[in-house]
Structure formats: C-alpha cells, structure tokens
C-alpha cells in the first residue's frame, strides 16, 4: 500500500515537473530584457503595442460572435435530437468530431476553391465576407466541444418533461428553448463558450490564410522576429487559456447533477 502511495507521489512530482519547469523557465527568460536584472519591459512592450490591442480585440469579436453563432445552432439541434430523434445521436456525435480530424487548412482551401474573387458567391472578396467566412469557420472547430457541453448539460435535466410542462401551459418551441432549456444549461453553454474563446483566441491557420488581422497570426509574427516579446506573448496567453480553464471548473460547480431519469 504504501508503496503503491510511494510510486504516485513519484508520477505526479514527474507530471508537474513536465509541466511546470519550461513555464517557470519561459516567465524567467521573459524577464530578461532588461541586461543584468529582471523587469517587465518586454510584457510592457507588447501591452502597449498598438498591434497587440488590434488584434486581441479583433479575436475577442470573432469569439464573441462565434459564441452566438455556436449557441443559436448547437442548444436547439442538441435539444432536438435528445426530445425528438435520439436514435440520431450517434451520428451527430460522429459529424461533431469531423472538426478534430479535418485540419483547418482543409476548411480554408475549402472557402478560397467556393467564395474566391473568380466564385459566383464571392465572399472572400469583401472584408464583412471574409470576417464572417472566418467566424463560421471558427464555429465548426469550435463544434465538437460546445456540443459535448450543451450535450451534458441535457443529461442532467429531464427534457420531456420541461417540454411537455411548457406545451400545457401553451409554450411555443421558441419560449420552451429560450425561456425553459437554456436557462437550465446555461452553465454548460458558458464552459463551452469558455472553451470557443480559448480556441479562437490562439487560432493562427484560418486567420492567416484568410488575411485577417487576428491575434494568432501577430503571435506567430511577434515570435519570429522578436526575442523576449514571444516569451512574455505566450505567457499572456497561457494566462488566459487557464483563466478560461479555471471559469470552467468554477461554474461546473453550479451546474445541476444528472437525474439519471431517461429523456
């Protein structure tokens, strides 16, 4: 027994070793700007880059609007299989998963081949297009992890009942997702949008190609013509990443626990 507690303590030390020494050590190097003592010049120097607050906000909007995008699809059609189509559920999950094993690179090519400047739909061909070209890309890499949260969410209350209640009272669809379903998920849309944000924020493939000024593509720029920049860049991003990660854990703990009741 006691060894058993012995070789856990070894693999967690190990693990956290992994993880944490090349963080320490990138925080420690970003450090370094100034010669022979630590600052903080080189997260003052990106913070105050005009470029940086360009580009961190046009990814917040694009998550933004990928979120709403993300909602207005997933919560009604994820609702709707578990009401009415169950036995469609596996192959929603299947399609759901696409985004993990087609590379992004693909969805891109995918949009310059169909809405080019030379395409009867030229959408590529106009800044509004291409924004919203990128944010319906963003939405479907986004898929898999806002479905599985809206998903899990579903589980925990009894949908048919909710419905049926609301049908009773003369509910239409419309108020029975807004006004009875969402407020009942909301904590599992919010870890999925926690989730969206984290993955638009750091996107660098679909903004590149498209020509958009995202914060993907300046980290990438910053990081291969600077040298203590791209060090306090990921760390910055790191800290966001993991404040997403943390809201997640956070809201989890409110979130309603399933009845194991059948829907």
Request: proline share 6%.
């Amino acid at each position: 027994m006691k060894s058993g507690r012995f070789w856990a303590w070894v693999v967690f030390v190990l693990g956290a070793a992994y993880f944490f020494i090349p963080l320490i050590a990138t925080v420690e190097f970003s450090m370094r700007m100034r010669r022979g003592a630590y600052s903080f010049d080189a997260y003052q120097i990106v913070l105050g880059d005009p470029r940086f607050q360009a580009t961190f906000m046009y990814s917040v909007i694009a998550a933004i609007f990928t979120i709403i995008l993300g909602v207005l699809i997933v919560v009604p059609a994820a609702y709707w299989i578990r009401l009415r189509l169950p036995q469609l559920r596996p192959v929603v999950e299947f399609i759901t998963l696409l985004p993990l094993v087609i590379p992004a690179i693909v969805i891109v090519f995918g949009y310059i081949r169909m809405y080019g400047s030379n395409s009867p739909l030229p959408f590529l061909g106009s800044d509004t297009g291409t924004n919203s070209l990128l944010v319906i890309g963003y939405a479907t890499l986004a898929l898999p992890y806002m479905y599985r949260a809206v998903d899990t969410g579903l589980r925990t209350i009894d949908v048919r009942t909710l419905t049926e209640a609301a049908q009773i009272l003369g509910a239409g669809w419309g108020t029975i997702i807004t006004r009875i379903i969402l407020p009942n998920v909301l904590i599992a849309v919010l870890s999925g949008a926690f989730l969206t944000f984290a993955i638009v924020i750091g996107e660098f493939t679909m903004a590149s190609l498209l020509n958009r000024p995202a914060f993907g593509p300046y980290l990438q720029n910053i990081g291969a013509n600077r040298a203590y920049e791209p060090a306090a860049l990921a760390i910055i991003a790191f800290v966001i990443t993991w404040g997403c990660m943390s809201l997640i854990q956070i809201l989890s703990r409110f979130a309603p626990r399933s009845s194991n009741r059948p829907n």
